[in-house]
């Protein structure tokens, strides 16, 4: 057993030298999954407190948890950016004298400076702009409220709907994306896709009072525009008319106006696709064209045959 183990190693290692594109061993550090995971559960129990945690909190622990709870938010943040960070100098500069320091820049104790200034100054500006998250996010918790007539209370809602978590996310780590962090958006991003099936790309930008009612099989391209008060259906795809790689720096998916209602399984696409303001699009429709506002579209019921045996 151990020479046939030894054997196995063996061609491993060669495979890592014959094998390029997935190995990792000479670069900077890259964020962690796990890291990932505890930054998301800490923001979440600054937007929702008292939402997760399993003891009551007394209002005069609230103070005490809010600083305990940042601390730990902000040592985190500033590790896994910073990787990203490195990870982005790294791609745009190949230069070895670059790639020396970059592959420094966190060894967990001997850090780049410029690369670690730029993560805490990233930090700051995120956590800063928590207050206006909760703010948007309680405008997305009354809209599920408000749109499905089966919510019962603001609390059900933001226990056990899917489409608020997705959303809640996607608002945090969109603020990331808008500030060039690579890689950890998109991770933050699948994780809640993996939990939901609600598959939202960092990317796109998403107004105000947003409703994702049931949610499995959502999925919202990366050029995305999507305008206040909008509530969309499970299966619903909001995509791109081409995948070619040589359009990745254009607009491939629509926008969707203020007011809109999609329902399941629409199929929405292209990056000049505009639906406007106040239309209602039907279930299992394709669309790659624009939608005057105020506009219906549906498709034409079939004509129904029953029959009976008797």
Not at 245 to 262: A, C, G, N, W, Y
Request: proline share 5%.
């Amino acid at each position: 057993m151990i020479e046939a183990l030894k054997q196995i190693g063996g061609e491993i290692l060669r495979s890592y030298a014959e094998i390029g594109g997935i190995n990792h061993l000479d670069g900077s550090n890259l964020p962690s999954r796990v890291g990932v995971v505890a930054i998301l559960q800490d923001y979440q129990s600054l937007v929702f407190p008292g939402f997760t945690t399993e003891e009551p909190v007394q209002q005069e622990e609230v103070p005490y948890r809010i600083t305990e709870t940042l601390n730990r938010l902000a040592r985190n943040l500033i590790m896994e950016i910073g990787k990203c960070i490195c990870f982005r100098t790294r791609r745009t500069d190949p230069s070895e004298k670059t790639n020396r320091s970059v592959r420094s820049c966190v060894s967990g104790t001997d850090w780049d400076l410029s690369c670690k200034k730029e993560a805490e100054q990233v930090v700051l500006e995120l956590l800063g702009q928590l207050p206006e998250l909760r703010r948007k996010i309680h405008l997305d918790v009354e809209a599920a409220f408000e749109g499905d007539p089966a919510a019962k209370s603001h609390e059900e809602v933001i226990l056990a709907y899917p489409g608020l978590e997705s959303i809640s996310i996607h608002r945090f780590a969109h603020e990331l994306w808008i500030r060039n962090i690579p890689l950890l958006p998109r991770m933050m991003s699948e994780y809640i896709h993996g939990k939901t099936g609600i598959d939202i790309h960092p990317g796109a930008t998403i107004g105000e009072s947003f409703f994702i009612d049931h949610g499995t099989g959502v999925v919202i391209g990366e050029t995305t525009v999507i305008g206040k008060n909008v509530k969309i259906y499970q299966g619903v795809t909001l995509g791109a008319l081409s995948v070619r790689k040589e359009l990745s720096h254009k607009k491939r998916h629509p926008t969707i106006e203020d007011e809109v209602t999609i329902y399941a399984g629409a199929t929405i696409l292209g990056g000049e696709t505009v639906i406007g303001r106040g239309s209602v699009i039907g279930g299992n429709v394709w669309i790659t064209e624009s939608i005057p506002p105020f506009s219906r579209v549906y498709n034409k019921p079939l004509e129904y045959v029953m029959t009976s045996k008797e």
